[in-house]
């Protein structure tokens, strides 16, 4: 049923652009004021997370860690240890980057089975190979298209762009490797939120819309390229447009109902990423599981929301309580020093002055 409402969600966003542009001629709304909105929402969005995951406090060092945490100097830990329960910054930020380029905790990941009376774990790979192939390819198609946004072309692009159509056998235009393998984690990715119990019974509508969305997005753009043509020139101009804030809808042309569909969609995604669970990409900096050194026995972290405590100096204590120890027999020492007296907090020793 969760699957159901997020695609009749997305066959209604699809055909919004169709109608629009294809029977109304709304191109400057879907090619222009739409872009915009959506790109001003998906800026304030991710900057209102940001700010709001920044100023959240961390009561407690909470970092996630199966290794060996450093101690004595005779306690060897090997470079496995070292990530995993790092101490230094620069371990931290090595665990960092294998975790967002390689996504190393999820290559850790075990799958359990119950088997009879017995619970097995065995390797879970297939994730991590599906979450691998659409997050890199995902990325390298969205660099692929600064090419649209740019003129002249910078050269790193042109390069990633012939790298990805290296394969130019099968046909012209040559055939991209990143729109074979994105398709393939995507469909990976999707087939298991049905075809998988445990995950399907925890999946929500917010688990398939994004994946259907971005299935869309990467359809239509397929669609462009290979089998609907567009007029690549009109796309290039408004392309252009947005980028200097200088948008016009080329007249005269003819630029295809499915680029504003392709373009709607992507202008949806941008608006849906802040208040999603998409925005794990950014959110993924501030996780204090990840983020934060192994090093509670060298460190002390002080906890934020640690309210300032009023301490009484013994002198004070018996100045302020003078009446009750007398009535209680309690002696007073007189000699106490009011001016100067060491006291003792958690934190060790302090004078008070």
């Not at 996630?64 to 931290?92: I, M």
């Not at 394969?167 to 490797?177: A, F, M, N, R, S």
């Not at 009109?234 to 042309?253: C, D, H, M, Y």
């Amino acid at each position: 049923m969760n699957a159901l409402v997020s695609f009749i969600i997305f066959g209604i966003l699809v055909a919004i652009p169709w109608f629009g542009v294809g029977v109304l001629g709304l191109d400057s709304l879907f090619g222009i004021v739409i872009p915009y909105a959506c790109f001003l929402v998906f800026v304030i969005g991710l900057i209102y997370r940001i700010v709001y995951w920044a100023k959240s406090p961390v009561p407690y060092k909470i970092p996630a860690t199966c290794g060996q945490q450093k101690s004595l100097p005779w306690v060897k830990r090997t470079l496995k240890d070292r990530l995993e329960s790092p101490f230094y910054t620069w371990e931290v930020v090595l665990r960092m980057f294998l975790e967002i380029v390689f996504f190393r905790s999820l290559f850790r990941n075990l799958r359990a089975d119950l088997h009879g009376k017995r619970l097995i774990y065995g390797s879970a790979k297939w994730l991590w190979l599906g979450a691998i192939l659409f997050h890199w390819s995902f990325f390298i198609i969205l660099l692929r298209h600064l090419r649209l946004f740019t003129n002249p072309v910078p050269e790193i692009i042109q390069g990633l762009d012939y790298l990805d159509s290296f394969i130019q056998t099968l046909g012209v235009p040559p055939l991209y490797i990143t729109d074979i393998l994105i398709l393939a984690g995507l469909t990976f990715l999707l087939l298991r939120r049905f075809f998988d119990p445990k995950v399907s019974y925890l999946s929500y509508g917010s688990d398939f819309f994004p994946l259907f969305l971005i299935l869309g997005i990467a359809i239509t753009g397929i669609l462009m390229r290979y089998y609907i043509k567009v007029d690549l020139y009109a796309v290039k101009q408004l392309t252009l447009g947005l980028a200097t804030f200088n948008p016009t809808i080329p007249e005269g042309a003819k630029i295809g109902v499915i680029f504003y569909i392709h373009l709607f969609l992507v202008s949806a995604l941008a608006a849906y990423f802040p208040f999603s669970k998409l925005v794990h990409m950014v959110g993924v900096f501030f996780s204090p599981t990840r983020n934060m050194a192994n090093n509670n026995r060298a460190v002390r972290h002080v906890n934020p929301w640690e309210y300032p405590v009023k301490h009484l100096t013994y002198a004070e204590f018996q100045e302020r309580f003078r009446e009750q120890m007398e009535q209680a027999g309690i002696p007073i020492d007189e000699e106490v020093v009011k001016e100067e007296h060491e006291w003792y907090t958690m934190y060790g020793p302090h004078k008070n002055i």
